[in-house]
């Protein structure tokens, strides 16, 4: 598969902090083991005996197929973050992501209403924060996760001077 | 009009109009008994609770006191106040609330008229503000015309005029206008007839018809009878809202005027449209309808409650002039020095069935569409995901004019989507795994919630790219020349006059 990148050529991208991947692995532990789980009990019911009614091949097929998507998932946590990136223009910022289904967003600085930080206690424990942007459009989205908590204040100090700088109104 | 800053009541009649259905919930239940008694001709009580009629009585007549003293406690504690470029509005007597909106931050204002205000005489004032968090502020229930007063007053403040200073209490004259365009009745009927919603009412009755002549169970047919009660129920909504629509262009902006029984007349001020889609159901294309709904600040998504999706309609259904007018109005410099041929070719057109500007180097994006384009100058899906999209990918394009972004799609279900420059909020390139397999991307605009999501759907991977960039420069662009909220303070300062600027407050928004 051609891997083209859908972002503007030429923009040097500056990356989230590798240690994000503790977070997103932490994430994972809790969303995917409990399901799979969850879904692993009739195995185990049906293998003491408790219960008979639910074939074996699908006791055993189902929490299978859940533990193959999670440790697909968990396979490509690392790849997802190094592909997390944003990049300070002179009027816009630019924020990438995703390894399959690629985004790329671009807020323009005069359009931010205002901007948050926001911190997990995962986070807190490795000293990251999530930065997040808000525009009038509720459909912006636009978030930075796993930065250094230094680069997050000083990303958003500048942010916040720069979109007063530019303030437009909707 | 009243001195500026002095604080106002609302019309005293104001909350009964509003718990009518209170009211009237209590009356019934006291009245349907005796009522009936009454006609069966049997004693008003029963000999068990003729001992305790005075308590009834004066149970009943102490809920009706205690509705009558809250009615006449709200109506009394809210107070509303035009100052200094806010309006306040100060409600509740246990728990106070003040909430204020900035004038200039006004994006469109609504006349509404239930049935019975209406036979009152009284309106409720209602403006959406984008500072004010997600809730309009609403002033209900005044007299008609200080209504119309008040409103021509916010409109006035909102456009960046001031009171006289040697007059300050002097009544500002509402903003004439003139009628643009209306909808015939039939014609609305003919619509709803039309509509989506009846392909699958036939489609529905069909299925119904067939099932119970297969199972042959009669009683199906009474499954049906909650369904027509609904579907009438929503057939009447629709040709209520509808009936008698009026559009009309003033110097405040465009007025919109419905209803049949309840009214309601909305306005926009100039550029408060963030985003605008003409669309066309299939059934609609035999006598060439259209419908348009916009996106403002406030007005929020037609899912959010009952009214929203009236009040985004810009043209409940219109034909082509129609159409093109009312995008005369919303975008006053189409950009482009041929509109009605780049228009009707994002309402109506298709690319070349060879796919002339397929594939090939990305089409120029600047400067507005190319002239002698018989497309109009769109730029189409490339020709190479024709396995993707069999159907649209000969309708599926932008294009750029100066003002604003073009973009049309469906073959089927035709629309176009208007998103003037300055508007644009951010931008998102997608892709997922199919798109990268095929080199293509979609494009996504994002504006304020309402019924239009602005997509370029699967553009060539290149002219995506140079479409990102292009768009973000053309924004930031028209951001710089729009430098003022109050749209007469956009225009070079020539005439302050209110009457006169009716041009210059149509063309800068």
Known sequence: ?170 | MKPDGEWLRVHPASPFIRGWVALAAIGFFFGRDTFERLLQGRPLMDEMYSGRVPFLLAGGGLVLLLAVLGFIMTWYFTRYQVAEGYVRVNTGFLFKQQRQARLDRVQAIDIVQPLLARIFGLAELKFEVADAGESAVRLAYLRIDDARQLRATILARAAGLEPDPERPGAALPEAPEFVVLSVPPSRLVGSLLLSEQSFFVALGAVASVVLSALTENRSFYFYLIPAALGLAAAYWASFNKGYNFTAAISPDGIRLRYGLLDTQAQTLPPGRIQALKVSQPPLWRIFGWYRMQVNVAGYGGPGSNGEGASRTTLLPVGVLADVMRMLSLVLPDPGTPDPARVFAAGLTGLAPAGGSNAGGPPAPAAGGPVAGDPDGGFVTSPRRVRLLAPLGRRRNGFAATDTALLIRSGRLWRELVVVPHQRTQSMALHQGPLARRFRVADLVLHTTAGPVSPRVIQAGLDEARALFDAQAARAREARKRQTSEQWLAQVAPRQPDHQQNQQEGQQHG
């Open chain 1, 1 to 170: 598969m051609p891997t083209e990148a859908i972002d503007p050529p030429g923009i040097s991208w500056l990356r989230v902090s590798p240690k994000y991947v503790t977070v997103r692995l932490v994430e994972w532990a809790f969303g995917n083991l409990i399901a799979v789980a969850l879904l692993s009990l009739p195995l185990v019911f049906t293998l003491a005996g408790w219960w008979d009614w639910v074939p074996l091949w699908l006791a055993i097929t189902v929490p299978a197929f859940m533990l193959v998507l999670a440790v697909w998932r968990l396979l490509l946590i690392p790849r997802q973050v190094r592909a997390i990136g944003y990049a300070e223009r002179d009027d816009d910022l630019l924020i990438r992501g995703g390894i399959f289904f690629q985004r790329t967003l671009v807020v323009p600085y005069g359009r931010m209403q205002y901007v948050d930080i926001g911190v997990g206690p995962v986070e807190r424990s490795l000293g990251l924060c999530t930065l997040k942007l808000h525009t009038a459009s509720a459909g912006t989205n636009a978030e930075i996760p796993g930065l250094p908590a230094d680069e997050g204040a000083r990303l958003r100090e500048q942010l916040s001077a720069r979109g007063a700088a530019r303030l437009a109104g909707l």
